[in-house]
């Protein structure tokens, strides 16, 4: 009997967020590649077609078996419809393997359905830490890890957080990083020069993202970063693509009142990546965007007061700013000049995909 025999539903992908797209990719084509039968359930979580339905072509993922539709909302409502929508197309699918990934509400939801179930559940990503039970992410992937039967980790430090809270080391697995295997297997499709050309950028920019809602959701505090980011494009062009969180705080506090301040819709994942790329630096809150530009060697300030991701820091370009600091480290990158060198964090080479198919189909196996 061959594994697939073995394997009595679909394994399940729950995706939510643009990160998650980006990630499971190369699990979706690891998988394929070991013959396993495979449903796609796309939660809506995120509704502009910008920000999922593009990564759907561009990454070569499969059409969704289905798509919630389940849009925005607050952190209860959005979670109790993922939790109805998914229980439905758990029962109906009976999964062998729900697979979760990274730290959205879709993330949370779909584990803790499936756990009711009694379906297995693997987190990809698992073991990530700020410590800052403030942030809704570090619930989300406290909770998903605990109700994991495989936690599927992308840094070393990470294996260690698990045991701490009581996972058990066999439940732990070190694959490497997915989101890089994405990056890297992009590289050639990365134009900076078309994307400067098709969106009217200079040739020397700084790229932000900010979307966290400690950074966005309050006027007085979207003000207060707004001042400092009109203080980089002091500096020089600021590019910044406005993610639908926060968009409208941001541009009430007058983020485009500045005439070196370039706003951008949301990007496709390709012409993204390529701004990041030709950027000389890069002022964000994103998680993801902290592992994108360790690879790509563009220094990278991350406004926020910790990160999950301090191999980031160790290993990469990344350092953790305030929002007074923003602009003075702003100035010292433009000034130097510098990029990082080809040091890559361990297993961030391309091949975590296959890894984690890997752990997967033996677990499937047993």
Request: aromatic residues 4%; negative net charge.
């Amino acid at each position: 009997m061959n594994r697939r025999e073995i394997v009595l539903g679909p394994i399940v992908h729950v995706l939510g967020a643009r990160p998650n797209f980006v990630k499971a990719a190369p699990v979706i084509g690891a998988l394929r590649a070991a013959g396993a039968e495979q449903a796609v359930v796309h939660t809506g979580q995120h509704y502009d077609a910008r920000m999922s339905e593009i990564f759907f072509d561009e990454l070569g993922l499969p059409e969704p078996d289905v798509n919630l539709g389940v849009g925005s909302g607050g952190h209860a409502e959005q979670t109790a419809a993922l939790m109805i929508g998914l229980e439905r197309e758990f029962i109906g699918r009976s999964p062998a393997l729900v697979i979760v990934y990274g730290d959205v509400n879709s993330t949370i939801a779909a584990a803790l359905v499936a756990a009711k179930l009694h379906i297995p559940v693997a987190h990809v990503e698992a073991g990530l830490r700020s410590f800052d039970m403030t942030m809704p992410e570090e619930v989300n992937r406290r909770l998903t890890d605990q109700l994991s039967a495989l936690c599927l980790v992308t840094s070393p430090e990470a294996v260690g957080h698990l045991a701490d809270e009581g996972v058990p080391v066999s439940r732990a697995h070190f694959v490497g990083n997915p989101m890089i295997d994405t990056l890297l297997a992009n590289l050639d499709a990365f134009d900076t020069e078309r994307v400067r050309a098709e969106h009217g950028l200079p040739e020397r920019y700084v790229l932000a993202t900010m979307h966290r809602p400690a950074n966005v959701d309050e006027p007085d505090t979207a003000a207060a970063l707004v001042r400092h980011l009109h203080g980089v494009a002091d500096l020089a062009d600021l590019v910044i693509p406005v993610h639908p969180r926060g968009r409208a705080n941001l541009l009430a506090a007058g983020l485009d009142a500045h005439d070196r301040v370039h706003i951008l819709d949301p990007l496709g994942y390709i012409d993204f990546i390529a701004a990041v790329r030709g950027a000389a630096a890069v002022v964000t809150d994103s998680g993801g965007l902290q592992e994108e530009t360790t690879i790509l060697g563009v220094p990278c300030l991350t406004v926020r007061p910790n990160t999950e991701r301090p191999i980031t820091i160790t290993h990469g370009t990344n350092r953790l700013v305030t929002f007074e600091e923003v602009v003075p480290e702003v100035r010292k990158v433009l000034e130097s000049g510098a990029r990082a060198g080809e040091r890559k964090p361990p297993l961030w080479d391309g091949h975590a995909g296959p890894r984690i198919a890997e752990v997967i189909m033996e677990y499937l196996g047993e």
